[in-house]
């Protein structure tokens, strides 16, 4: 069932859990003590889980809260003592855990190529390092902040006076901080909150994926999409169409290299008639944009002028709207430019101090220059690195092969890289040490203003290896004693936190136990000052301004939402995660417009090859309704060498960056003419989407007609049911009757359905279950105590799949790969179901993106039970579709029968290699081969809460507990609950008027999942 753990194992370490899980607050070295829990640890429980707080680099500015079970870490979750997170955590982050039981990690130190002792490894260590004389000791990390920090550089500057500690990111926000000390006269990225907005226009900023803080703001934006007394559009300005555009109102496709131009024409019809921007600033801006005509930008740009022009009127008569700019991949030369033209919007929209905050943002004390980068490469290649130590970076996939990184590190006079998984550049040090995960580590992370966290271990290491920096500080200590007050990290974090944050006259052990507990010391405030405009900024600043804007065939590289820098590519549940737009999985592409390829002669699958900036790519082609045209975009994080043979897989679009630096130090991309031409091969793409067939709500469900026909597709236009919304208009009016009809039986259409509508249901018993007995004979009925029912509001969803890896982690689903995806066998229990649909505005096609989370929909009247000859699926007098594995005989009628197509079929006993057996649930059983397996509503979870109650004397209540999808989802679009306790939210929810059951007007399953429909707003409605 599982390969690298045995049963005696894992017996033995649940035997081990109550010590284990001790760990992490443990300020001594743990040592495992083996005894049978006849004799218990005090105030343990075996299967009790426990929660630590902690964050890895990683994470950026998020917070973690990590499940342990049994000693090992399971799951994890966003802090709920952070004010960013929330309690709440992407999918990319959640998967941190796969690299904690990496079956690639390393367990031994590595010499040339050999594996040896830890103490052989010291020998080696102490014998080149002490033979460095003078200097050239240089250090390569990653973005490193406080204590951290502070070792490294404390350890370069002990052993030399040359060195210097170099730290490389691949991608960098110099020109943000520059634009802020030319407009503000400060050199940091301000913190961008979207709580209270009424607007928001974005200039191609993909906020609730990649950009800025997702996870902060996936929940602002939906607080702000729900807000219908006061909410206005949301435009997102862009050549290809992100999860954020497809949340989007109004998405215009407009031309690559354009965002800058189209800003100075908003900025420049907005500053007429600003309140908020003093007569001298009124009169810089008019300087600034006297040479921009606003009509030829916006024709450049490829957007409708009547649009453009609705955008304007209602950011003028916005209160609290918002300007975001585009992420400095798209920028190419432009990024300073571009920042201060969206600086000086939200000056003359009011958003300085209140959505743009500088009193918390990211100072520059941990900038990444990349230009030292190659400063290094430079004094590598001239013999000038005696000793060069590497960790968490890896230049050599991020930076041009052009640039001869990889042989420039292969001339340092000794190497050595703490590495926990090998990657392109860790793999060429001479000496390589396994060193301990951020989760097995100790550590401080710096990052806004106010956010100040601490990184505990939540687990044990399960084999000899030890954290970097206390390998660091024992070296310090040789070289300068005294230069910190402990050789251990642990105990130098502890001095410092309580002497920096602890009250005055508290109690030192105390306070360090609260900040253990808190997971760090967080005072952030989301509201700022509003700012002046500095004197810094000069009217002849867009002089030598130059658009980029490129008309004819062009290249965008984008930020993968999976994948990030490509630090998580070597993880599987990101590979089988289907890409949000397009649903591929396992795979790289280039994006194509459908147009575009159907003028190229083109078909989905076709290998063509890309030239740009010198470089030739080949790269199969993807054909979509949601990019502009002529305009071909990549993803990064893919086209690894150095991931071993299951994850070197696809294009590595780095290869695109500059092999210069710009003014500021900073590699750029930006948009790039390409040429392009077929080569003739062919590649198979695996995905969850059906290209122009399942992807689309123009798969006629029901023969209602949509108001424009698809002349690329050969056919008319349907709106499809199953996915319904209504607009503001119509909800400020009391319309609730939505689109993706089925609601009003009156409507001649309905009765047009292509589905048998029964107007006579006398042959369908539609008395609820509740009088239904459980047994025949007995006076047990259905949900007499619970009936278990979740809400979605699809108002609230954003498609951003965090349920979808949450789940594969909590219920022990198994990634089957590539080659099984493409035989529609995915093993997830919750999809993201994404539609398309297309109306004309203004004589221009519109396309609309729908996403729609997807489980068992637990029904009251499934389909699925009454076809299983084993009774392996039924009814629970709780409400839900129970599965008894062991009954099951893998007939597959159920999954057949199932109108939702939400049961998993094991076609193979599940594999778990090596240590990601480890992660496993052991609240959670795993499948075997020919057993159907579906979403539970995580019973287990359900059984816990009704356990405690229990304990406690009464029944479960509401706000008890969250079940897994609820529980991490951003946007809060997820309520769970008891909808037999009428007071219950779930319940009040369910009775909202945009609730609907999927298909239930027309198959009467009774889902107990109920929708809430999405809330379109049309340029016909009121100002915002």
């Given at each position: ?386 000793f060069l130590i590497i960790k968490d970076t890896n230049p050599v996939y991020v930076l041009p092969e052009g640039l001869g990184t990889k042989n420039a590190i292969e001339k340092a006079g000794f190497s050595v890289a703490f590495a926990d998984v090998l990657n392109e550049t860790n793999s060429l040090a001479n000496l390589i040490l396994p060193g301990a995960h951020d989760l097995e580590s100790w550590g401080e992370v710096v990052s806004y203003k106010g956010i100040n966290m601490l990184m505990q271990p939540v687990m044990t290491p399960r084999w000899e290896l030890y954290q970097a920096e206390d390998i660091l500080l024992s070296y310090i200590e040789k070289a300068a004693p005294g230069t910190f007050v402990d050789n251990s990290v642990m105990k130098v974090l502890k001095d410092k936190w309580v002497k920096t944050y602890a009250a005055e006259g508290a109690d030192p052990e105390k306070a360090w136990r609260g900040f253990l507990k808190d997971g760090g010391h967080f005072d952030l405030k989301l509201e700022g000052e509003d700012l002046a405009v500095s004197e810094n900024l000069t009217g002849d600043f867009f002089s030598t301004y130059k658009p980029q804007t490129l008309s004819g065939k062009a290249l965008v590289v984008i930020e993968s939402g999976k994948f990030g820098d490509g630090t998580s590519a070597n993880r599987n549940w990101l590979q089988e995660l289907p890409d949000r737009m397009t649903g591929i999985v396992w795979d790289s592409w280039v994006e194509v417009a459908r147009k575009t390829g159907k003028k190229e002669g083109w078909q989905i699958g076709d290998v063509i090859t890309i030239s740009a900036k010198g470089v030739d790519m080949d790269v199969p082609v993807m054909l979509t309704d949601t990019i502009a045209e002529d305009v071909f975009c990549l993803q990064t994080g893919q086209g690894h060498t150095g991931y071993g043979k299951l994850y070197n897989r ?375």
């Open positions: 069932m599982t390969k690298g753990i045995k049963r005696r194992d894992f017996l033995a370490l649940m035997g081990l859990s109550g010590a284990a899980a001790t760990l992490s607050c443990s300020e001594e070295k743990f040592t495992e003590k083996w005894d049978p829990w006849v004799k218990p640890v005090p105030g343990m429980l075996p299967r009790k889980a426990w929660h630590y707080p902690t964050t890895t680099r990683e994470c950026g500015a998020n917070g973690l809260w990590v499940k342990t079970l049994g000693g090992r870490a399971t799951r994890i979750n966003g802090n709920p003592k952070h004010p960013l997170t929330q309690g709440k955590m992407d999918g990319r982050m959640q998967s941190i855990v796969q690299g904690l039981y990496s079956p690639n990690r390393l367990k031994a130190p590595v010499f040339n190529g050999k594996e040896i002792s830890w103490e052989e490894a010291r020998k080696v260590l102490d014998e080149h390092l002490g033979k460095v004389k003078g200097g050239g000791v240089f250090a390569l990390t990653g973005a490193i902040s406080g204590i951290t920090k502070d070792i490294w550089s404390a350890f370069v500057a002990t052993h030399g006076s040359t060195g210097k500690l170099v730290q490389f990111e691949a991608f960098a926000n110099s020109s943000m901080r520059e634009a802020s000390e030319r407009v503000f006269g400060k050199r940091e990225v301000p913190l961008y909150s979207l709580e209270g907005i009424d607007m928001v226009v974005s200039f191609g900023a993909d906020f609730l994926e990649t950009w800025g803080n997702p996870v902060f703001q996936q929940k602002s934006y939906a607080d702000f999409k729900a807000d219908f007394e006061h909410r206005g559009p949301h435009y997102q300005l862009e050549p290809k169409m992100t999860v954020t555009g497809a949340n989007a109102d109004k998405w215009a496709g407009i031309r690559p290299g354009s965002e800058t131009l189209l800003a100075l024409a908003v900025l420049k019809e907005l500053a007429v008639d600003s309140h908020n921007l003093s007569e001298t600033e009124k009169e810089l801006v008019t300087a600034l944009t006297s040479n921009v005509v606003s009509a030829d930008a916006v024709k450049q740009s490829g957007m409708n002028k009547k649009a453009f022009q609705t955008m304007v009127d209602k950011l003028k008569h916005a209160k609290h709207a918002v300007a975001l700019p585009a992420g400095d991949l798209a920028l190419g030369n432009d990024g300073v430019f571009h920042h201060v033209a969206l600086l000086l919007i939200n000056k003359a929209l009011g958003s300085i101090g209140k959505h743009v905050n500088y009193n918390s943002g990211l100072s520059g004390d941990n900038q990444v220059v990349q230009s030292e980068m190659l400063s290094l490469i430079d004094s590598l290649n001239a013999g000038k690195v005696d696809g294009i590595n679009a780095f290869a695109f960056y500059s092999k210069k630096t710009n003014d500021l130090g900073d590699l750029v991309m930006g948009p790039m003419a390409a040429k392009v031409s077929l080569t003739g091969r062919k590649h198979r793409f695996s995905m969850v989407n059906l290209p122009e067939i399942g992807e689309r709500l123009t798969q006629p469900l029901s023969k209602s007609k949509a108001d424009v026909e698809i002349p690329l597709y050969g056919g008319e236009a349907y709106d499809r049911d199953i996915y319904q919304w209504t607009t503001l208009d119509e909800l400020h009016h009391g319309g609730h009757h939505g689109h993706g009809h089925g609601v009003d039986k009156t409507d001649p259409k309905y009765l047009a359905s292509e589905f048998p509508v029964a107007t006579d249901t006398d042959w369908y018993d539609r008395k609820p279950r509740t009088e239904t007995p459980v047994v025949v004979g007995r006076d047990e009925t259905f949900y007499d105590d619970y009936k278990w029912e979740m809400t979605i509001d699809l108002n609230r969803c954003d498609g951003c799949s965090a349920c979808t890896v949450a789940c594969y982690a909590e219920n022990n689903i198994q990634v089957v790969g590539k080659d099984q995806v493409g035989k529609g066998r995915i093993m997830s229990w919750v999809r993201i179901n994404r539609y398309i649909t297309f109306h004309k505005k203004d004589d221009q096609l519109e396309t609309k993106v729908h996403f729609m989370p997807m489980a068992c929909q637990q029904c009251g009247s499934a389909p699925c039970e009454t076809v299983c000859p084993s009774l392996a699926t039924y009814h629970t007098k709780e409400g839900l579709n129970a599965m008894v594995y062991n009954r099951c005989i893998g007939t597959r009628y159920c999954a057949n029968n199932c109108v939702y197509k939400t049961r998993r079929f094991n076609w193979f006993d599940a594999v778990f290699d090596e240590d990601l057996a480890w992660q496993l649930n052991p609240e959670v059983s795993v499948r075997s081969r020919g057993v159907m397996e579906k979403c539970t509503f995580c019973i287990q979870t359900i059984n816990k809460a009704k356990d405690e109650a229990k304990d406690k004397g009464r029944k479960v209540q509401d706000g008890d507990f969250k079940i897994t999808c609820q529980e991490v989802c951003p946007c809060d679009a997820i309520t769970f609950g008891n909808a037999s306790d009428p007071n219950s939210l779930v319940s009040k929810t369910a009775k909202n008027p945009r609730s609907y059951q999927a298909l239930d007007h027309h198959l009467h399953t009774r889902p107990g999942i109920h929708y809430l429909k999405k809330v379109e707003i049309d340029d016909s409605g009121k100002h915002a």
